[in-house]
């Protein structure tokens, strides 16, 4: 039985939510008027969200350039300097759903506010992945009329609109929409600006190696290994030593606090330090190798996995 275009949001915002989106929307582009429009929400009403001028920035580079964005930590990005004071979010996916190279039909957009990175590279990976199934999925139900997210149980006037005329509209007095609890300050961390698959640095490619090991997210961790090493140690003795470097409470509590330093970059290499929070812990050095598709870890001195045996 082929899915109900229903079928297909509801499975979208579930893969949002399950990777630590407090909010989240997907976009599908009406076939008569060509206008997005938001077809699924969560963690806020639809219209806010989608009316909010940091998200409607990536919601309209997505939408007109068909191009996958990530967003590291939002209060250090310049993409959003002039508007910073407007921002919701720490850290943010935007997913474009293609029907061709040069076609979007649909967007799928997630965000939180829980820190930096909580989303990083392998989650772009995996995102694009998913949204190139939604689109074969929604292709395949014939797009018929897809029906509009149900209202909270309190009263309010309807608010989904075509994003066309959210990213015009005069950037709304977010205040309302906010807790009213001042905004802590964001620990000091480099500049970095939006990540996709192309820009991805040694620092952000190393950064989400920690992370992904941090919430055993063990195959997207190996897949950001270069391709000798990846063929050395396959993913399932890879696994294996991860697992067994993580029964430990005392491994897992200092990898919360481990920072990554770029020590020296080339065209072709880089050298990492990850740093513990203890002056007295074991530095962890590694190599990065630029291969075909972005920095990849070539070698490790040091890092979250149990010696063979």
């Known amino acids: 039985m082929s899915d109900s275009i229903q079928q297909v949001i509801s499975d979208a915002l579930e893969f949002l939510k399950h990777r630590g989106s407090e909010r989240g929307l997907m976009l599908l582009k009406e076939e008569a008027t060509g206008q997005f429009v938001v077809r699924g929400a969560f963690g ?14 990536l919601l309209e580079k997505a939408r007109h350039n068909g191009c996958s964005l990530v967003v590291l930590d939002a209060d250090q990005d310049p993409a959003f300097e002039g508007i910073r004071e407007l921002l919701d979010f720490r850290s943010a996916v935007c997913i474009p759903i293609l029907r061709s190279p040069d076609q979007v039909i649909g967007v799928l957009y997630g965000d939180s506010e829980a820190g930096s990175g909580v989303f990083c590279y392998p989650d772009l990976m995996e ?33 989904l609109a075509a994003v066309a005329v959210f990213l015009v509209v005069v950037p709304l007095v977010w205040g309302a929409a906010r807790s009213s609890a001042p905004r802590r300050t964001p620990t000091p961390v480099p500049a970095r600006g939006q990540v996709t698959l192309e820009t991805a640095g040694p620092v952000a490619v190393a950064e989400s190696f920690l992370r992904q090991i941090r919430v055993r997210n063990l195959t997207g961790a190996h897949a950001l290994l270069s391709y000798r090493i990846q063929e050395e140690l ?60 972005g920095w990849r870890i070539d070698e490790m001195n040091g890092a979250p996995l149990e010696d063979s045996p």
């Open 44 to 57: 806020m009403d639809a219209g806010v969200l989608a009316a909010q001028r940091p998200v409607a920035l």
């Open 127 to 159: 995102a694009e992945g998913l949204c190139a199934d939604l689109a074969a999925r929604l292709e395949a139900t014939g797009r018929s009329p897809v029906p509009r997210p149900e209202p909270r149980t309190r009263r309010r006037a309807p608010v």
């Open 234 to 293: 396959p993913l399932a003795p890879f696994e294996a030593r991860a697992n067994r470097w993580l029964v430990s409470e005392s491994h897992r509590w200092e990898l919360q606090y481990r920072k990554v330093r770029l020590e020296g970059q080339g065209e072709i290499f880089a050298r990492i330090v990850v740093e513990p929070r203890d002056p007295g812990g074991q530095v962890w050095r590694w190599k990065l190798a630029q291969q075909s598709d």
